[in-house]
């Protein structure tokens, strides 16, 4: 026997998992793992950029990325930097400290998520007010298709996001019943909502500040419901000699 | 400029997978014969070719004309092994689904042979574990290691003797 030989023997195959870290490191491919939610169990993905989608956890969801982003999926734990903070964002419908990965999108509808990302807890914006936020106030359509395809609902609150008429509209991630569950776990009420938009109010205004708000803005929230004046549009509450909110924006 | 290297600078995220695929093995076990660990091998082999990655696709077509795949890998490695790795903390870690665990192929008798080859001096056992146990060319490992081929000629020849010095006092 050669030494030369003996040596040659001391190589093998590559070791399991070598190749799929890699994958992940390069973001050939992303990462994925499971987690509750209010809505039930949910495949959260994730690469180097940070999350890049939330998805309900049912048959195909792997396939569904796939075909949606173009890259494979592998399980496997979040970056340690900012893993912890998934479930954090998850509960509070924001991503907070979370990066997220928003390259798929096009700037406008990055800006739109992002702006979505930014509206409170417990309450709701129609789509013309994130296109008015955005700087397109006529984009109201886009708004809509953005949200209908927002990669990380739940993360980048979308729930939030409801029809200019007032209606809750649709909702991607299982359909509008899992919109009004995830309304009503942070405190709206979404049958007071409904009701509002059938009487067609847009704003509400409180008298003794002469400010007018979006509904569920915590500003007039804190006004008491029976202190509130009802308005169909911007327009008559600023020709009643109110002014806008500068918390929520309300146009 | 050989197949594989023409095929990443083609597509590289469609080539990619098949680099880690060939090149892989050989730099893994270089690894683990170089640092004695599987865990620190399976670790700088993961982060070699992620900076590999990053590197090729920056390349232009000049630089692809010009790119030696191993030794350009192996240099990579080599000053990798030299630092420490910071960026793990940044990547998500894959979890083997399978349950047999860790997967650890390690030959039988390579306890006996790390032990030997921790006696060679540093640039020996570098250049002996490159020539033979990956089975790089002289003239890679010289450009993979920036030493001259004639060093590199003698450290294998010094390191393979001294070897065979250490199993005949064995037997």
């Not at chain 1, 509070?92 to 998520?113: I, Y």
């Not at chain 2, 921790?118 to 640039?123: E, G, H, N, Q, V």
């Amino acid at each position: 026997m050669s030494i030369e030989r003996d040596l040659t023997q001391l190589a093998g195959e590559l070791p399991d998992g070598i190749s799929e870290g890699v994958a992940l490191g390069t973001g050939l491919a992303d990462g994925f793992d499971l987690y509750p939610s209010p809505v039930g169990e949910v495949v959260v993905t994730f690469n180097v950029e940070g999350v890049s989608s939330l998805d309900l956890a049912t048959d195909g969801y792997l396939e569904r990325f796939a075909e949606r982003h173009g890259r494979n999926l592998l399980r496997a734990e979040p970056p340690a930097q900012w893993g912890k903070h998934i479930t954090e964002a998850m509960e509070a419908g924001s991503p907070g400290k979370l990066p997220v990965d928003l390259r798929s999108k096009t700037p406008f509808q990055a800006r739109v998520l992002r702006i979505a990302a930014s509206i409170p807890r417990g309450e709701v914006r129609p789509y013309g007010w994130l296109a008015r936020e955005a700087e397109r106030p006529g984009a109201a359509r886009a708004v809509g298709s953005t949200m209908a395809r927002n990669p990380i609902p739940l993360i980048i609150p979308c729930h939030r996001v409801v029809r200019s008429d007032g209606h809750l509209g649709e909702y991607s991630l299982g359909g509008p019943h899992n919109k009004w569950e995830l309304l009503t776990h942070e405190g709206v009420e979404p049958a007071r909502l409904v009701e509002l938009a059938d009487h067609h109010v847009r704003v509400q205004a409180d008298p003794s500040t002469g400010v007018y708000c979006l509904p569920t803005c915590h500003v007039i929230r804190g006004s008491g419901e029976w202190n509130v004046a009802d308005f169909t549009s911007t327009a008559a509450a600023r020709s009643a000699g109110f002014r806008p909110c500068e918390v929520c924006r309300p146009g | 400029m050989d197949e594989l290297t023409a095929a990443l600078a083609d597509d590289l995220d469609r080539a990619f997978p098949v680099l880690v695929e060939t090149a892989g093995p050989g730099l893994y076990w270089g690894l683990r014969r170089l640092c004695g660990d599987h865990q620190e091998a399976e670790d700088l082999t993961q982060e070699t070719f992620i900076r590999a990655y990053r590197g090729l696709d920056g390349f232009d077509r000049e630089r692809f004309d010009n790119l030696r795949l191993s030794p350009w890998l192996w240099t990579i490695a080599l000053n990798l092994g030299r630092n420490h790795l910071r960026n793990r903390s940044r990547r998500p870690t894959f979890v083997e689904m399978s349950d047999h665990g860790i997967s650890d192929p390690e030959p039988a008798d390579s306890a006996a042979w790390d032990a030997r080859l921790s006696a060679l001096s540093a640039p020996q056992k570098r250049a002996v574990v490159l020539r033979h146990v990956v089975g790089l060319g002289i003239t890679e490992i010289a450009e993979a290691t920036g030493r001259p081929e004639g060093t590199v000629k003698a450290d294998i020849h010094r390191g393979l003797e001294r070897l065979r010095r250490m199993m005949e006092n064995e037997s």
